[in-house]
């Protein structure tokens, strides 16, 4: 369990899906995506940078943007989040109530029980 992850809110989500994918990249490039993206305008954008890089995700250095923290760290830590709150840390408990809702094929069952294995 990730710890020491910072919080990423849904929006800043979204602008990390960019910068995960095109970044090392300079801020004004970055503006430009996100505006064609997100719909979002220049101010913003330097807001969310500034907002991100003092909760230690990501780094502006030279007007060059990079992540500190990686896209499977977020999701790690979003998760371990969802099942302490909503399932009282019960990992089955998420498990029954996520396959009670969407329908697992042969190849997904196989790849969990695959995951458990590796695990033990």
Same mark, same amino acid.
């Given at each position: ?27 004004? =490039? &970055?503006?430009k995506?996100?505006? /064609? ?9 330097? *807001?969310v940078? @500034?907002? #991100? ?23 790690t830590a979003?998760?371990? =989040? &969802?099942?302490?709150?909503?399932? /009282? ?9 996520? *396959?009670?809702? @969407?329908? #697992? ?16």
């Open positions: 369990m990730i710890m020491d992850t910072p919080k990423v809110y849904e929006s800043e989500y979204r602008f990390c899906l960019i910068l995960w994918e095109k970044g090392p990249i300079k801020s004004t =490039e &970055l503006a995506i996100c505006e /064609a993206e997100l719909g979002w305008k220049k101010a913003t954008v330097y *807001t940078i @500034k907002r #991100l890089a003092e909760r230690g995700i990501v780094k502006s250095e030279n007007a060059l943007v990079s992540a500190l923290v990686s896209k499977d760290e977020v999701q979003e998760i371990d =989040e &969802l099942v302490d709150k909503t399932f /009282a840390g019960s990992v089955p408990a998420f498990l029954a109530a996520f *396959t009670r809702s @969407k329908k #697992l094929s042969k190849k997904d069952i196989e790849e969990l029980k695959k995951l458990i294995e590796d695990y033990e």
